[in-house]
């Protein structure tokens, strides 16, 4: 509900949106779907590895790692297998600015 209340003001305050809206919208949606239901099937895991002291800490910790990289990976695949150009555009700016640090430090 909130949603539409955002986009109703939106249009109103921007005068409507680009052509191609609805369908990075779709696009994006389809990859934060996909990723919620990893997160989803990652929830209980999780959550009895991470409770109280059935795990070492390092296996806790180990364990999150891999749900927060598998649910990412998740959504960046998604993401650039639909076709979503903010992925390859960030990945451009971190390699850019790792190019940048590297070269400041080993030169």
Do not use: H, K
């Not at 990723?35 to 795990?55: F, I, S, Y």
């Not at 806790?60 to 650039?80: D, I, K, N, P, R």
Request: one cysteine or more.
């Amino acid at each position: 509900m909130e949603l539409l209340i955002l986009l109703v003001v939106l249009v109103g305050r921007l005068g409507g949106f680009v052509a191609d809206f609805g369908d990075w919208i779709v696009r994006a949606l389809l990859a934060a779907t996909a990723m919620a239901m990893v997160c989803a099937v990652l929830a209980v895991p999780l959550a009895n590895v991470t409770a109280g002291d059935e795990a070492p800490f390092l296996i806790q910790l180990l364990m999150l790692g891999f749900a927060l990289a598998l649910a990412g990976s998740t959504y960046l695949g998604v993401a650039l297998f639909s076709g979503l150009p903010e992925p390859l555009e960030m990945s451009g700016r971190v390699v850019g600015r790792l190019r940048g640090m590297t070269s400041r430090v080993l030169d």
